[in-house]
């Protein structure tokens, strides 16, 4: 059964800093992984998505890479800033025409202006 | 604009009531799905359905209900079966079930025991 680590649950760092976020999953058969972005008492937006074929993806100053050898996925924040503060989350698919992902809990990014 | 619309925002349920989410979509999305978070957990799949007639159960479907009689709604209904309801229930839905698409999640519905 596949599960996902996201390391550490709480991070803080001034403005302006590059950051990377972890996430860990133990099996290395998998078909996708997603990150994604919760505000507090909001639902989750998606901002990444990258499949198996594929080694990392970017949009504006994210990138987020996948290591499928290691089971392991980072997101890169460059220049962070105050409203990036948010709880990340990331989510892995196993298998072809898995309905289900497996979410890590979370890692709470506090921004600090 | 096209997105997940989850109603309430807030809903309380006494012992031994059945109550009923509202989850409602205009993306024209085939596939829908409930999650259930609790504090400092990741989400946990409760029930999803691939297209209209058809739903699965996910993870923690024991006390829950769905139906799925239209492409844009997805009720879930807590049952008095369901003896710790109290939670954070996220809908979301996706183009066709097939997790190489991402999943658009709502705003959520926090639900708590009077």
């Known amino acids: 059964k596949q599960e996902v680590t996201q390391i550490p649950a709480a991070l803080s760092v001034p403005e302006g800093e590059n950051l990377v976020l972890n996430c860990s999953f133990t099996?290395?058969?998998?078909?996708?992984l997603q990150w994604f972005r919760q505000d507090p008492g909001k639902g989750l937006t998606s901002l990444l998505l990258?499949?198996?074929?594929?080694r990392e993806q970017t949009s504006g100053r994210l990138n987020a890479s996948l290591d499928k050898s290691s089971g392991r996925s980072t997101l890169y924040i460059a220049a962070s800033q105050p409203g990036d503060s948010a709880t990340y989350l990331c989510a892995a698919s196993s298998g072809a025409g898995s309905y289900q992902l497996t979410f890590g809990k979370g890692t709470k990014l506090s921004v600090i202006p | 604009d096209g997105g997940i619309t989850q109603s309430p925002k807030y809903l309380f349920r006494k012992e031994g009531q059945n109550v009923t989410l509202s989850c409602e979509q205009n993306l024209n999305h085939d596939a829908m799905y409930w999650y259930r978070q609790d504090p400092g957990q990741g989400l946990r799949l409760i029930y999803y359905?691939?297209?209209?007639?058809?739903?699965q159960k996910g993870d923690i479907a024991e006390g829950y209900s769905v139906s799925r009689e239209k492409k844009e709604s997805f009720p879930l209904t807590v049952t008095s079966a369901q003896k710790n309801p109290t939670a954070f229930y996220l809908c979301?839905?996706?183009?066709?079930?097939?997790?190489?698409?991402?999943?658009?999640f709502g705003d959520g519905t926090r639900l708590s025991i009077l």
């Open positions: 990258i499949q198996s074929s594929q």
């Open positions: 099996d290395s058969a998998i078909y996708n």
């Open positions: 979301a839905s996706s183009t066709t079930g097939y997790s190489n698409q991402p999943q658009h």
């Open positions: 359905s691939q297209i209209v007639n058809d739903f």
